[in-house]
């Protein structure tokens, strides 16, 4: 566990949020960063793990091995996407465990797309797992890390919340804004004279099979990222009470190049391969009834 350094201004004195003895709830628990987020919450002591995933099955899976471990988990099957499914089933974690100490949002879906390829149903299936589920499945539990004065609200945004990529200006889009709504949401918090603390998260591509074919030009600066490191990082910065994790580090050189005329900042991420780094972008392929196989984010 990490300690709160004492010799801090009160202002620049991070928000320390133990997962020890917490209740932690991850959404899109059941694969990737999620399933590792709730398994490495479990490894650090939290008092009880509960797992929403669309997919009941994965999620099971996970909380199996979690509960073989010796600790808490329950599983509900939620569309993030489903303001009643979000609502049942808040409800019924309030009832059963009566608060969630870490809220880990992590349900990400993408159709790495072109833009002339996107419909309507596309994109906005995107913003409401990505983006508007934020609201759905923070509403519930912020009222009560608010009477506490404590807790923590998780984001999974994403590299692609800072720079706009090919192929992705739906999912980019739903990421600036999960940014937004975090970096937000801190500011009202602070405003309100609330300690509850918000941490966004935004981690370069990562090896999960949601970003499958990806292909990056830099390893040493860009690497695909390995989700165990990326989920202990996440679990990390709570821990430690930061507030923006960017992943890689070298990911954060694109907020400072932002400052530099727009055809100088393309030039440079174009020598850094990152609009083409979609260009084999396969994805997950799952198995859909009636319509074969399809990438996750239809
Ligand atoms: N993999 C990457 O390269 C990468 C990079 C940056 C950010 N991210 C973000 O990290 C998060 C996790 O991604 P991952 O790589 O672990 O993906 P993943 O596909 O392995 O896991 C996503 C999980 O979300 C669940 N999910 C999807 N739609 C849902 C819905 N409507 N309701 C409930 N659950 C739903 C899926 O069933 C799955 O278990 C996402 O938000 C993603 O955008 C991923």
């Known amino acids: 566990m990490f300690e709160q350094p004492s010799f801090l201004p009160p202002f620049l004195r991070p928000t320390v949020v133990p997962v020890r003895g917490a209740v932690v709830l991850v959404t899109g628990a059941g694969s990737g960063i999620g399933a590792l987020v709730a398994r490495g919450a479990?490894?650090?002591?939290?008092?009880?793990?509960?797992?929403?995933?669309?997919?009941?099955?994965?999620?099971?899976?996970?909380?199996?091995?979690?509960?073989?471990?010796?600790?808490?988990?329950?599983?509900?099957?939620?569309?993030?996407?489903?303001?009643?499914?979000?609502?049942?089933?808040?409800?019924?974690?309030?009832?059963?465990?009566?608060?969630?100490?870490?809220?880990?949002?992590?349900?990400?879906?993408?159709?790495?797309?072109?833009?002339?390829?996107?419909?309507?149903?596309?994109?906005?299936?995107?913003?409401?797992?990505?983006?508007?589920?934020?609201?759905?499945?923070?509403?519930?539990?912020?009222?009560?890390?608010?009477?506490?004065?404590?807790?923590?609200?998780?984001?999974?945004?994403?590299?692609?919340?800072?720079?706009?990529?090919?192929?992705?200006?739906?999912?980019?889009?739903?990421?600036?804004?999960?940014?937004?709504?975090?970096?937000?949401?801190?500011?009202?918090?602070?405003?309100?004279?609330?300690?509850?603390?918000?941490?966004?998260?935004?981690?370069?591509?990562?090896?999960?099979?949601?970003?499958?074919?990806?292909?990056?030009?830099?390893?040493a600066l860009l690497p695909i990222l390995d989700p165990r490191r990326v989920a202990e990082q996440v679990l990390d910065a709570v821990e430690k009470g930061q507030q923006r994790k960017v992943m890689p580090v070298f990911a954060n050189a694109v907020m400072a190049l932002k400052v530099l005329p727009v055809p100088v900042l393309d030039w440079i991420t174009d020598l850094f391969g990152v609009s083409s780094t979609m260009d084999h972008f396969v994805g997950r392929k799952v198995k859909d009834p009636g319509r074969g196989l399809r990438a996750t984010g239809r």
């Open 42 to 219: 479990a490894a650090r002591g939290a008092k009880a793990v509960l797992l929403w995933d669309i997919d009941e099955d994965a999620a099971n899976r996970v909380a199996a091995d979690i509960v073989a471990a010796g600790v808490s988990a329950r599983v509900w099957s939620v569309d993030v996407a489903s303001t009643t499914s979000v609502k049942d089933a808040g409800a019924g974690v309030l009832e059963e465990f009566s608060r969630v100490d870490i809220l880990v949002n992590c349900a990400g879906i993408v159709t790495g797309k072109y833009f002339d390829e996107l419909n309507d149903t596309d994109v906005r299936r995107t913003f409401e797992v990505n983006t508007f589920s934020l609201y759905r499945c923070t509403r519930p539990f912020l009222p009560g890390m608010i009477a506490r004065d404590k807790g923590s609200v998780v984001t999974i945004a994403s590299a692609a919340g800072l720079v706009g990529v090919s192929r992705q200006t739906d999912y980019s889009a739903s990421k600036f804004a999960a940014i937004g709504f975090t970096e937000s949401l801190r500011s009202e918090l602070r405003h309100r004279g609330s300690r509850v603390h918000t941490l966004v998260a935004a981690p370069y591509y990562v090896d999960t099979g949601m970003f499958d074919g990806v292909r990056t030009k830099i390893p």
